[in-house]
Nanobody, 123 residues
Framework: VQLQASGGGAVQAGGSLSLACETS????????MGWFRQAPGKEREAVSC????????IYADSVKGRFTVSADYAKKMVYLQMTNLKSEDTAVYYC?????????????????WGHGTQVTVSS
């Protein structure tokens, strides 16, 4: 199982970024894919997850209306489109995999994690 997040960078507040997570070694249709983030000195925080072939998506309250999660199951990719970015969105962003189709933002339920990608939002 491999998960590789990319697309991070530095933007000004109000800007947009799109993250991608390339997956391999498993069948995404059977699983839940999540996005999480961790800012310096803070706990890992849930952002969003997508499951059931994309029919179910949930978001943390802090990103609702600004972030959109999507997936291309044929390409084995998961995406996180981030708009109206705020300085508090600055963090390392990770994609993760949870076996099975239960929708959850609890990071403890995700067993596979990729290396993160840094997002820095300046105000």
């Amino acid at each position: 199982v491999q998960l590789q997040a990319s697309g991070g960078g530095a933007v000004q507040a109000g800007g947009s970024l799109s993250l991608a997570c390339e997956t391999s070694g498993f069948y995404m249709h059977d699983d839940t894919m999540g996005w999480f983030r961790q800012a310096p000195g803070k706990e890992r925080e849930a952002v969003s997850c997508i499951t059931d072939a994309g029919s179910t998506r949930i978001y943390a309250d802090s990103v609702k209306g600004r972030f959109t999660v999507s997936a291309d199951y044929a390409k084995k990719m998961v995406y996180l489109q981030m708009t109206n970015l705020k300085s508090e969105d600055t963090a390392v962003y990770y994609c993760a995999r949870r076996l099975g189709l239960r929708t959850t933002l609890d990071p403890d339920e995700y067993s596979w994690w990729g290396h993160g990608t840094q997002v820095t939002v300046s105000s």
